[in-house]
T-cell receptor
Framework: QQQVKQSPQSLIVQKGGISIINCAYE??????FPWYQQFPGKGPALLIA?????SEKKEGRFTISFNKSAKQFSLHIMDSQPGDSATYFCAASTNSGGSNYKLTFGKGTLLTVNP | NAGVTQTPKFQVLKTGQSMTLQCAQD?????MSWYRQDPGMGLRLIHYSVGAGITDQGEVPNGYNVSRSTTEDFPLRLLSAAPSQTSVYFC????????????FGSGTQLSVL
């Protein structure tokens, strides 16, 4: 059972455009929703994260929008740049900070930003 | 401060061989974990540890063993490799408590023939 569903699988955007990646979840016990960015040949790295007590979080050109009632969250990349080309993973966890912490990842989105 | 170090970077095994993937972190992180990454499957948790001497299973533990004798090291053992274990393996660690940020190593690409 896939606990975090991510779409689209791949995305091509022109330089300067907006990239949008969506995720949905079922487990209402999830209390932490991060996005990880992975460049080829590298390990994933935390990009931005949100907790369900806020509806939006912005860091530079990256914004997470969170809809608790719909159990959905999305990543928006404004003014997309070729350097943003990477694989993006959404994730969710329960018992964040506790001893039973587990992070469940979506299947990933390969973003290509054309110059 | 090297972060999370994984060795080897690449490995080719024959079916039935055994090997250990090494993971070490120098950040004094309590929590360490192993993920495998397969095309179209995302990152799936194999095993994790919340401290020395404590380990638990993740989503896909079959065929893998782990132990945590020190805070720094968390090796992953394949006792009898199978082609289905061909994958890229990532070790990740984090502080305990309320810090959820995972720090990933650069991965081990394993092929089982």
């Amino acid at each position: 059972q896939q606990q975090v569903k991510q779409s689209p699988q791949s995305l091509i955007v022109q330089k300067g455009g907006i990239s949008i990646i969506n995720c949905a979840y079922e487990n209402t016990a999830f209390d932490y929703f991060p996005w990880y960015q992975q460049f080829p040949g590298k390990g994933p790295a935390l990009l931005i994260a949100i907790r369900p007590d806020v509806s939006e979080k912005k860091e530079g050109r990256f914004t997470i929008s969170f809809n608790k009632s719909a159990k959905q969250f999305s990543l928006h990349i404004m003014d997309s740049q070729p350097g943003d080309s990477a694989t993006y993973f959404c994730a969710a966890s329960t018992n964040s900070g506790g001893s039973n912490y587990k992070l469940t990842f979506g299947k990933g989105t390969l973003l290509t930003v054309n110059p | 401060n090297a972060g999370v170090t994984q060795t080897p970077k690449f490995q080719v095994l024959k079916t039935g061989q055994s090997m250990t993937l090494q993971c070490a972190q120098d950040m004094n992180h309590e929590y360490m974990s192993w993920y495998r990454q397969d095309p179209g499957m995302g990152l799936r948790l194999i095993h994790y540890s919340v401290g020395a001497g404590i380990t638990d299973q993740g989503e896909v533990p079959n065929g893998y063993n782990v132990s945590r004798s020190t805070t720094e090291d968390f090796p992953l053992r394949l006792l009898s490799a199978a082609p289905s274990q061909t994958s890229v393996y990532f070790c990740a660690s984090r502080w305990g408590g309320r810090s959820e940020k995972l720090f990933f190593g650069s991965g081990t690409q394993l092929s089982v023939l």
